[in-house]
């Protein structure tokens, strides 16, 4: 069975982080483990307060695992601090683990902060560079690049702007658009557009998280990265579909739907 490690924060209410993670790893055949760098209390309506755990205890959850398992992929998503993201590249680059996919987390779905604004530039500096593909929505696109995006030829643009940081691809997700939520894939040389319906519902909690884990899981499986991308695009627009009317606030997407309907299919 192939492995994929989540760096991430820990969702108590289950629809985000490192319990989102470790369901799409596992909707996808692949044995997931974890290093938690925060716990958030958060629920489908708010996050109450966030807890940071030490440099020195990410460091030893990421010896743990990679001294001992082999790890097919990694998935990095809230890095809240300067010293969290220090920490976690360094580890990344003293392991070079095959795939590291980076869900560049700023801001939860209700709004609230979940990236220090001070910690941008050690995004910049030291998280993208060890990057196979970083996954920004457009928020979080602009908010690295100081650009604006209105248009898909915008979001091409940018996203070439964010490669030459360092990363060998960049996704830039279109779900905060209007029209068809459409993600643009640069890995270069090319871009790659995978359009998709936009879904009517609320229930989004969790999403990029999602779908930054499913290409980490289909990297981890064997595919490329423009078949990874693709399948994972696939695979949230299900689970978007069919998300879940759980809490007040914005439910969590279905991460099991086609396991429960069809089974764990391979190819």
């Known amino acids: 069975m192939k492995t994929a490690l989540s760096i991430a924060g820990s969702d108590c209410s289950g629809g985000a982080g490192i ?24 629920n489908t309506s708010r996050v109450i307060d966030i ?39 360094q580890k990344l680059e003293e392991y070079q683990p095959a795939h590291v ?43 690295i690049t100081g650009e604006t995006i209105e248009t898909i030829d915008d979001m091409k643009r940018v996203a070439t702007i ?25 890995d270069g040389k090319e871009f790659f557009e995978f359009p998709q319906e936009r879904i009517d519902t609320k229930n989004t909690h969790g999403t990029g998280c999602t779908f930054s884990s499913a290409i980490a899981a289909n990297l981890a499986n064997g595919k490329d990265m423009l078949d990874a991308t693709k399948r994972a695009k696939t695979y949230i627009t299900t ?6 009317s759980i809490g007040k606030g914005h439910g969590p997407t279905h991460h099991f739907y086609d396991v429960y309907q069809n089974g764990l299919i391979e190819d």
Not at 52 to 66: N, S
Not at 239 to 244: E, G, M, S, V
Request: glycine content about 6%; some cysteine; hydrophobic content about 50%.
């Open 51 to 89: 807890q940071d755990i030490t440099p020195e205890m990410i460091a030893k959850q990421l010896d743990a695992v990679f001294e001992d398992i082999e790890v097919d992929a990694v998935k990095v998503g809230m890095l809240s601090s300067t010293e969290c993201m220090e920490v976690v590249a």
């Open 19 to 42: 319990q989102a993670d470790l369901k799409a790893f596992s909707a996808h055949g692949v044995f997931g483990m974890t290093a938690i760098v925060s716990v958030v209390a958060e």
């Open 101 to 143: 996919v980076v869900d560049p987390v700023m801001i939860a779905k209700n709004g609230a902060p979940l990236m220090n604004p001070d910690a941008i530039q050690t995004l910049i500096s030291r998280i993208i560079p060890v990057a196979t593909v970083l996954t920004p929505n457009i928020p979080e696109a602009e908010w």
């Open 162 to 186: 964010i490669h030459k940081m360092g990363c060998q691809n960049v996704i830039v997700k279109g779900g905060h658009k209007t029209g068809e939520a459409t993600d643009v894939l640069f």
């Open 239 to 244: 689970a978007i579909r069919h998300a879940l």
